[in-house]
């Protein structure tokens, strides 16, 4: 059984997906999953359903970015180089991922399309608050990810962390994309902001809460209900797979912008093969030697 040092690699990739954007689309990959997620529940899709698909959409885009089925569409690349592109982009990333995940991913249905709730727009603008302390000053890293962006990398970690937990990877697919229901309407001031509220921050994160919810549909409500249960501590499977996925992208997040601004260009043309294979190879790394940009 694979445990969360193994998936690491595979979470710092999916977190990248705050990060992708293309033209003509609005928002990063995992904004739209978020959205994406959230319509498809409102449609009356299958919670279960969500999860692994909007988990292979995500796997999936950890390599190919925005380069997705329906843009390979657009160019004329048929059906089947279509799906099997897309298997060798999960193929390429999920050597630690649960076999039986990899499965129902594969058997999920694609998911139908609808409006998202009010609340999907309104976390997709409202920016997380960085790195806060009681009795210190705010460190901000630019630019911050927002929390949907936050909600959908949780909850795609969760599922692929859950068979680990021995953790129901819906339930801890649900719970993870709607544990910051309450930043919708409360603006994020971190942990330190949090401290400050006192005993008014659990009735005003609740009331905040509530008012989300109510956007729901009646049975989705419930369903997202019980699955919130699992955000109360990690004495559960599922409550610990939820607190690992959350704690691991709040941490990776920081340490994106950590690592970017620790490389080197060394590292870049050695390892990443910033300058790659082809047939102007040659010219271009002796252009670069001649100008002092490589030894």
Request: include cysteine.
């Amino acid at each position: 059984m694979t445990g969360p040092a193994d998936l690491l690699p595979l979470l710092r990739e999916l977190g990248d997906l705050k990060r992708v954007r293309s033209a003509g689309r609005e928002g990063s990959v995992a904004q739209r999953l978020f959205a994406r997620a959230w319509a498809a529940l409102c449609a009356g899709a299958p919670p279960e359903a969500v999860a692994h698909a909007t988990t292979r959409a995500a796997l999936s885009a950890s390599r190919l970015g925005d380069l997705d089925d329906a843009a390979m569409m657009k160019v004329g690349i048929p059906p089947e180089a279509r799906a099997a592109i897309m298997r060798e982009a999960i193929s390429s990333v999920s050597a630690a991922v649960d076999p039986g995940l990899l499965r129902a991913m594969a058997e999920a249905p694609e998911l139908p399309a609808g409006p998202p709730p009010p609340f999907v727009a309104l976390l997709a603008a409202q920016p997380r608050a960085g790195a806060t302390c009681p009795g210190r000053g705010r460190l901000m890293f630019e630019p911050p990810e927002n929390h949907a962006e936050h909600c959908l990398i949780t909850a795609v970690a969760g599922a692929v962390l859950a068979p680990a937990y021995a953790a129901d990877t819906t339930a801890v697919f649900l719970a993870a994309l709607s544990h910051h229901l309450h930043n919708a309407l409360l603006p994020d001031s971190g942990f330190a902001g949090e401290m400050l509220l006192g005993n008014w921050l659990e009735p005003a994160m609740d009331s905040a809460t509530s008012q989300a919810l109510a956007e729901l549909p009646e049975v989705l409500r419930a369903q997202v209900e019980v699955a919130r249960l699992l955000l109360r501590d990690a004495e559960t499977p599922g409550g610990r797979a939820f607190h690992a996925a959350d704690t691991l992208d709040r941490v990776l997040q920081m340490e994106h912008h950590l690592r970017a601004a620790g490389t080197t260009i060394g590292f870049l043309l050695r390892e990443m093969e910033l300058v790659h294979d082809g047939p102007v190879r040659p010219f271009q790394e002796g252009l670069l030697r001649e100008v002092g940009l490589a030894a």
